[in-house]
């Protein structure tokens, strides 16, 4: 939780009681996140109630009882937590005292820091737009001061207060039972999924998941740099010993987890025993998918003519128009993940890895660019962290770079791991590759430096020259 943190105000040190308050909140949530867990636990049960029976009867003598249970060991919590801070038993009223004044100590802090954070980014605006630059409205001002205000420890302790009234226990016990609930729900439907008639597909979708998308991390960081290749150099020398040696180890790795996943179903050795499994598994899913779909569409049929008859007698000559999801099949998902065994989708993810990472350097350096130029500024008067300001492209000066994004469209006769050769705002020649998973007349976005403070651009895709599908 972001309360005020205390800190230096004005070149002076802040007195040390304000730190009670905010032991105080970071205790108070320890004990109701953490401490009161096996409490809540226990009275689960109590509040298990049906929705009718709850309406029909309402609360009952043990949700009170064990809402008195509740606030009595909150107020143990309490004074264990005043003991510890030094007050003996007899001294409730000067801490409640000591920290109601810590409270107003900190909303005081919290408004200069509101001011100091405003000086801060006038002095901004200013240096980028300009010693004439006209003065923020009230309004922005207002707005700025909502926005940027930090949450002070009376807002914590406000919350901390509701947590202690029957109807905020009485609802938060309610939706710990749902949750426990759904929890349930869904562990027993992914036990049935698991372990059901088609347990063996989904388990094999499971495990080909997390090979390729967590086990294999190493492996592509580690290989990455083979396949960072310009355009033109990839269209000079083509694919190299590398880049397919690469790609022996990936199918070897794949391999040898596969034949352990056989193993660990029973299959032994016999993978090709564990494809034809999976191969009759995948058929009855499918069956059981096109009849869902099949039913779908019927009663999308009789609704349509429902809405047809509504149109007649209102006279309305629109036609009706009823959008399908199309069920998902295992097959679907299989076929994918086979997909990713072949060379040329290996050779296109592990290149649209590379421009992710050149994507995110591109990133971090402009940041850092950025953090320079904060840097050169005076430092603010007070403990403040000053973030950027989003300003209107029209009142900024169009020489000033800054990191902006083209969304390119894939053209006809490109597919996924293509080379395309793209201009940027700035004039600079960029060459980037096609995700996986796009086809001709889909998008992308690709960073770029373009020449104000503009975000967008689209930048018509050209194939880089001689590219070969």
Same mark, same amino acid.
């Given at each position: 939780?972001?309360?005020?943190?205390?800190?230096?105000?004005?070149?002076?040190?802040?007195?040390?009681?304000?730190?009670?308050?905010?032991?105080? $909140?970071?205790?108070?949530?320890?004990?109701?996140?953490?401490?009161?867990?096996?409490?809540?636990?226990?009275? &689960?049960?109590?509040?298990?109630?049906?929705?009718?029976?709850?309406?029909?009867?309402?609360?009952?003598?043990?949700?009170?009882?064990?809402?008195? =249970?509740?606030?009595?060991?909150?107020?143990? !919590?309490?004074?264990?937590?005043?003991?510890?801070?030094? *007050?003996?038993?007899?001294?409730?009223?000067?801490?409640?005292?000591?920290?109601?004044?810590?409270?107003?100590?900190?909303?005081? !802090?919290?408004?200069?820091?509101?001011?100091?954070?405003?000086? !801060?980014?006038?002095?901004?605006?200013?240096?980028?737009?300009?010693?004439?630059? #006209?003065?923020?409205?009230?309004?922005?001002?207002?707005?700025?001061?909502?926005?940027?205000?930090?949450?002070?420890?009376?807002?914590?302790?406000?919350?901390?207060?509701?947590?202690?009234?029957?109807?905020?226990?009485?609802?938060?016990?309610?939706?710990?039972?749902?949750?426990?609930? /759904?929890? +349930?729900?869904?562990?027993? +439907?992914?036990?049935?999924?698991?372990?059901?008639?088609?347990?063996?597909? !989904?388990?094999?979708?499971?495990?080909?998941?997390?090979?390729?998308?967590?086990?294999?991390?190493?492996? *592509?960081?580690?290989?990455?740099?083979?396949?960072?290749?310009?355009?033109?150099?990839?269209?000079?020398?083509?694919?190299?010993?590398?880049?397919?040696?690469?790609?022996? =180890?990936?199918?070897?790795?794949?391999?040898? +987890?596969?034949?352990?996943? $056989?193993?660990?179903?029973?299959?032994?050795?016999?993978?090709?025993?564990? /494809?034809?499994?999976?191969?009759?598994?995948?058929?009855?899913?499918?069956?059981?998918?096109?009849?869902?779909?099949?039913?779908?569409?019927?009663?999308?049929?009789?609704?349509?003519?429902?809405?047809?008859?509504?149109?007649?007698?209102?006279?309305?000559?629109?036609? #009706?128009?009823?959008?399908?999801?199309?069920?998902?099949?295992?097959?679907?998902?299989?076929?994918?993940?086979?997909?990713?065994?072949?060379?040329?989708?290996?050779?296109?993810?592990?290149?649209?890895?590379?421009?992710?990472?050149?994507?995110?350097?591109?990133?971090?350096?402009?940041?850092?660019?950025?953090?320079?130029?904060?840097?050169?500024?005076?430092?603010?008067?007070?403990?403040?962290?000053?973030?950027?300001?989003?300003?209107?492209?029209?009142?900024?000066?169009?020489?000033?770079?800054?990191?902006?994004?083209?969304? @390119?469209?894939?053209?006809?006769?490109?597919?996924?791991?293509?080379?395309?050769?793209?201009?940027?705002?700035?004039?600079?020649?960029?060459?980037?590759?096609?995700?996986?998973? &796009?086809? #001709?007349?889909?998008?992308?976005?690709?960073?770029?430096?373009?020449?104000?403070?503009?975000?967008?651009?689209?930048?018509?895709? @050209?194939?880089?020259?001689?590219?070969? +599908?």
């Amino acid at each position: 939780m972001l309360f005020a943190l205390p800190g230096h105000v004005g070149g002076e040190m802040e007195e040390a009681r304000e730190f009670i308050a905010h032991r105080f $909140c970071a205790f108070a949530l320890k004990t109701l996140n953490e401490d009161m867990d096996p409490l809540f636990e226990k009275f &689960l049960s109590i509040f298990d109630q049906d929705a009718k029976e709850f309406l029909q009867q309402g609360e009952t003598h043990e949700q009170y009882a064990a809402y008195l =249970e509740y606030t009595a060991t909150l107020e143990e !919590h309490a004074s264990n937590f005043a003991l510890q801070e030094g *007050y003996s038993p007899g001294d409730a009223g000067t801490f409640l005292k000591q920290l109601q004044r810590a409270i107003e100590e900190d909303k005081v !802090h919290a408004e200069k820091q509101v001011e100091a954070f405003l000086v !801060h980014m006038e002095k901004q605006r200013r240096l980028k737009l300009g010693p004439d630059a #006209p003065p923020m409205e009230q309004g922005e001002v207002e707005l700025m001061k909502a926005l940027f205000r930090p949450q002070t420890v009376e807002d914590m302790m406000e919350m901390l207060l509701h947590m202690t009234e029957y109807t905020s226990f009485s609802s938060l016990m309610r939706a710990k039972v749902q949750q426990k609930k /759904f929890i +349930r729900e869904m562990e027993r +439907r992914k036990k049935e999924l698991m372990m059901g008639e088609t347990g063996l597909a !989904h388990r094999f979708i499971h495990f080909a998941m997390k090979l390729l998308n967590d086990d294999l991390h190493e492996f *592509y960081t580690r290989w990455m740099p083979v396949f960072a290749q310009e355009a033109e150099n990839l269209q000079n020398q083509g694919h190299t010993h590398e880049q397919y040696a690469a790609f022996e =180890e990936y199918t070897s790795v794949i391999e040898t +987890r596969l034949l352990d996943f $056989c193993a660990q179903e029973g299959f032994e050795q016999d993978a090709r025993g564990l /494809f034809d499994e999976l191969q009759r598994v995948l058929q009855k899913d499918q069956e059981q998918v096109d009849a869902q779909l099949k039913r779908v569409l019927a009663e999308v049929e009789q609704r349509k003519e429902q809405m047809r008859a509504r149109a007649t007698e209102e006279a309305d000559a629109e036609k #009706p128009l009823i959008l399908i999801c199309k069920p998902a099949a295992l097959g679907d998902l299989m076929h994918s993940l086979i997909q990713q065994t072949e060379y040329q989708n290996f050779s296109a993810s592990m290149r649209f890895r590379v421009e992710q990472d050149r994507m995110m350097r591109m990133l971090l350096a402009g940041l850092q660019e950025e953090s320079a130029v904060q840097g050169a500024l005076p430092a603010p008067d007070a403990d403040l962290e000053v973030v950027d300001v989003e300003i209107d492209d029209s009142r900024v000066p169009a020489a000033v770079p800054c990191i902006g994004t083209m969304t @390119v469209t894939v053209p006809e006769g490109c597919e996924a791991g293509s080379q395309l050769s793209l201009t940027a705002p700035d004039g600079q020649q960029v060459c980037v590759t096609i995700p996986g998973g &796009l086809s #001709p007349g889909m998008s992308f976005e690709v960073p770029c430096r373009s020449g104000g403070y503009g975000g967008g651009y689209s930048a018509p895709a @050209v194939p880089a020259p001689g590219y070969a +599908r």
